[in-house]
């Protein structure tokens, strides 16, 4: 039955504008949204509503695309965000598109990984870390 549908003219275009339609909000998601490693984009605009007031508490690393250190720290930060999904919000902010959250969080060094909680900034993590570094300063905010 289902060769027979798929071989009509009419059926294919519209199961192939449902696919179009399908992957360009996939794709819109994962850009903006958060990928496989729940790790989402944040901006000047949303900051607030997506970390500050967040139930949750929330990891975000403050970087630059032409940060050297940032880029090194990019995977370690996914790898730690992928294993803590749905306890932790982890976030990526580019301080040059968005440069008035990272003044008003005071952040002069890339890259910097921020923990809030309850709105608040816990804990400041600076410069490259190791990933167990990375865990260990996380994991204080996920159990306590």
């Not at 071989?7 to 294919?12: A, C, K, N, T």
């Not at 940060?67 to 370690?76: F, K, L, R, T």
């Not at 730690?80 to 002069?108: C, Y």
């Not at 816990?122 to 167990?132: I, N």
């Amino acid at each position: 039955m289902l060769s027979r549908l798929d071989e009509d003219p009419e059926i294919r275009r519209i199961m192939d504008e449902k696919m179009e339609r399908f992957l360009s909000r996939r794709l819109a998601t994962d850009s903006h949204g958060s990928g496989q490693d729940g790790v989402i984009d944040v901006t000047d605009h949303d900051f607030d509503e997506r970390i500050i007031r967040a139930s949750l508490p929330a990891v975000v690393d403050f970087w630059a695309s032409w940060c050297a250190p940032c880029a090194d720290m990019e995977p370690v930060f996914r790898r730690v965000a992928a294993r803590h999904r749905g306890e932790v919000i982890f976030a990526r902010l580019n301080i040059d598109a968005n440069r008035s959250t990272a003044v008003a969080h005071f952040v002069g060094s890339i890259p910097t990984m921020i923990i809030f909680q309850g709105g608040e900034e816990k804990h400041r993590v600076v410069g490259r870390v190791s990933e167990q570094e990375l865990e260990m300063a996380i994991m204080a905010y996920i159990s306590g």
